[in-house]
């Protein structure tokens, strides 16, 4: 059996196991609009944060 012929880096070794960690991100639906967006972040369609009107959207 061959034998590696120089020590794996860990950051080497990092990166090929953090390549399985990789996942769809989670989005969360707006129930006024129907708008998809990530959870804990203020909709960028509206505007709007845990029912409160955060952001002015107008142009």
Known sequence: MGQPKRKQSKARSRKRRGANNFKAPQVSTDP????????????????????????????
């Not at 006024?32 to 990530?38: E, I, L, P, R, V």
Request: no cysteine; hydrophobic share 30%; glycine share 10%.
């Open 32 to 59: 006024t609009d129907g708008s998809a967006f990530m959870p804990h972040r203020v909709n960028p369609s509206n505007g709007m944060y845990r029912g409160r009107q955060v952001l002015d959207t107008e142009l």
